[in-house]
């Protein structure tokens, strides 16, 4: 690598780190309510495979995730850790495979995409599981693409990682047949058939446990979305795979849309030199990857989603990368444009969405919120009727403002005057009940 290469290799390096570690701190610690049951139970890896099998999950992740949330805590850094690491080991798993088999200049344009890319660093932290199962599966391609290329077939590696990824994500079956359909239509001089047929042979009974969870999976219903919604729906994701989930259609996102098309057209199309032979490997797993579970969609509900999808985008932008690579350097400036004004949009737009949902949330949660408890006051009792004087043209003065009225025990002192009053009233009250009375009798 040359010195210029080199510079770049590194800070696209540690910005790709630096985006992931700040995407992964963004969101909420994934799957830290599910694993915390399992963390100080007694055969805690049987209970946690019953629980999986129930759910319709694969355990590889769960497994490690609990071995991780024992270690480091099941709170904040022990739950990242997991998926931040296989994001970040990705970039450099990325930069190997498409420099061992295409030139300097197309491995460090990719590379340099694939680091930077929203797309990857909002799927590392929103969804842990792909984050995994993307570096499994560059680690299947890649040991099958260093086979093809120096005519030995490394099988040991082949056979650990794809038994993991089958038991990682349900995807990973349509990464084994698409392997295996390169293989036979292409490339069976590369590796001898007796020792790859054995290897899948040996693949296929170390996965076949995993029909236990692909029982429990709910069976499929009909395609709930219409024919022009899944027609349009390659347009939608190639624009999530480029530039990233969380921006939106628009004029300069389509026109870069379709520089990029432009470039990976090129990348697939154009075959220079000994490189050109892998294109096809890489051009023809993203189109099976791809296209079965969308066919599929027009038939059966929920069969087409971006979970899996992670591998395929990355194909994509090493395809830009080889097509960017043909061109002169004006056309590398053009694609450099592109994507130094959307990938910074799409990056803001993530967070200013995480924002605005905290602070919405926020907003529902004082809506929502019990009111606080007021609290109780200790009722006054009412003075005694003897106690509260009435007299005409007088006033009462507060306690505090008549510090020479004080109280004794709690009760008001009653003046001499102030009998002689009291003892008037009841006796003229008492004189009135008295004729009452009288006149009763009378009548």
């Known amino acids: 690598m040359g010195k210029k290469a080199g510079i770049i290799f590194i800070a696209a390096a540690a910005a790709g780190i630096i985006l992931r570690t700040a995407y992964m701190a963004a969101a909420s610690a994934p799957e830290a309510g599910f694993i915390f049951p399992f963390i100080y139970a007694e055969n805690e890896f049987a209970k946690l495979l019953a629980a999986l099998k129930e ?45 061992a088999f295409f030139p300097e200049r197309a491995a460090v344009t990719a590379f340099v995409l694939f680091s930077l890319s929203p797309y990857h660093a909002a799927i590392s932290a929103e969804e842990p599981v792909s984050a995994l199962f993307l570096m499994i599966s560059l680690l299947v391609l890649y040991y099958f693409m260093m086979s093809i290329k120096y005519n030995v077939f490394i099988a040991i590696p082949h ?16 990464l084994f047949a698409a392997i295996n359909i390169i293989y036979f239509t292409g490339y069976r001089d590369e590796i001898r058939r007796a020792a790859w047929i054995k290897a899948q042979i040996v693949i296929l009974c170390l996965g076949a446990p995993y029909l236990i969870f692909m029982a429990v999976m709910p069976s499929f219903e009909k395609a709930a979305t219409t024919v022009a919604g899944n027609l349009m729906l390659p347009a939608h994701y190639f624009k999530d795979f480029v530039f990233g989930r969380h921006l939106g259609f628009s004029v300069p996102v389509i026109g870069g849309c379709l520089i990029a098309a432009y470039y990976m057209v090129l990348g697939i199309f154009t075959k220079r030199g000994k490189s050109g032979g892998m294109v096809p490997v890489l051009a023809s797993t993203a189109v099976i990857i791809f296209s079965a579970p969308w ?22 932008l090493m395809l830009i990368g080889i097509g960017s690579s043909y061109l002169l350097k004006n056309g590398m400036i053009v694609l450099a444009a ?37 609290k109780k006051s200790t009722p006054v009792p009412a003075p005694a009727a003897a106690e509260i004087i009435d007299i005409p043209g007088t006033e009462i003065v507060p306690e505090e403002a008549a ?8 009760e008001t002192e009653i003046t001499g005057e102030d009998e002689e009053l009291s ?21």
């Open 55 to 99: 759910k319709g999950e694969l355990p590889l992740y769960y497994f490690i995730q609990l071995i991780t949330a024992k270690i480091f805590g099941h709170e904040g850094f022990g739950m990242r850790l997991l998926p931040l690491f296989a994001s970040i080991l990705s970039i450099f798993i990325f930069f190997r495979a498409i420099r």
């Open 159 to 174: 056979v650990f990682w794809s038994v993991l990824g089958i038991y990682t994500h349900s995807w990973a079956w349509l």
């Open 295 to 316: 066919l599929m969609s027009f038939f059966f509900k929920g069969m087409f989603s971006q979970a899996g999808m992670p591998l395929v985008f990355t194909l994509v």
């Open 338 to 374: 592109v994507f130094v004004i959307l990938y910074p949009v799409s990056h803001s737009a993530y967070f200013s969405g995480i924002k605005n949902v905290e602070k919405s949330s926020g907003i529902e949660h004082e809506k929502t919120a019990a009111p606080a408890p007021k």
């Open 403 to 410: 510090p020479e009225a004080e109280a004794t025990d709690g």
């Open 423 to 443: 003892k008037g009233e009841e006796e003229k009250g008492g004189g009135k009940d008295a004729k009452a009375q009288e006149n009763e009798i009378n009548s």
